[in-house]
């Protein structure tokens, strides 16, 4: 099979989890756990079927989630997250605390934490620990002469 190409690391990234659907529903999963497909529609309120089913069937196709079919009448559907979809968390967890932090101009509709104003500094905290071992990593890159 040929590689696909991409112009850059996070372009890889945005293939597997970019569109308006596919952080919430992964969001949900990680959350929630397994969930029906009519529970994840629900949870996305104004996500249209057709949509939804293709970024479900998206995120399948490069193991970031598992579907599975449950023989009744009618047939219902499972999803979860697979171990590999389970690595994209923490990228989610980041942007999580980035909106949490930024959310003065919104109302939440699914809040995944209770606003307090502690909550909002470990948040705070955690983003800037985040900053600052990023930063340190650039360096060590850059003296190993591994980063352009």
């Keep these: 099979m040929a590689k696909k190409e991409a112009l850059t690391e996070i372009q890889i990234t945005l293939n597997t989890i970019g569109g308006k659907w596919k952080p919430l529903i992964l969001h949900y999963l990680q959350n929630e756990g397994t969930k029906r497909y009519s529970e994840i ?3 996305l ?3 249209p079927k057709k949509t939804l089913t293709a970024q479900l069937r998206e995120l399948e196709d490069d ?3 598992k579907r599975t079919v449950i023989p009744t009448v009618p047939v219902q559907v499972e999803y ?11 990228i989610l967890e980041v942007m999580c ?3 949490y932090i930024n959310e003065a101009d919104y109302q939440i509709k699914h809040p995944t934490c209770v606003y307090s ?5 470990i948040k705070q905290e955690r983003l800037h620990k985040l900053y600052e071992q990023f930063n340190s990593d650039r360096e060590r890159e850059k ?3 591994t980063q352009k």
Aim: glycine share 10%.
């Design 143 to 145: 003296q190993l002469g």
């Design 97 to 99: 605390a980035w909106g």
């Design 117 to 121: 104003e502690q909550t909002r500094a």
């Design 80 to 90: 979860s997250v697979t171990d590999h979809g389970k690595s994209l968390f923490p």
């Design 41 to 43: 529609l629900r949870y």
């Design 63 to 65: 193991n970031i989630i």
């Design 45 to 47: 309120e104004t996500a």
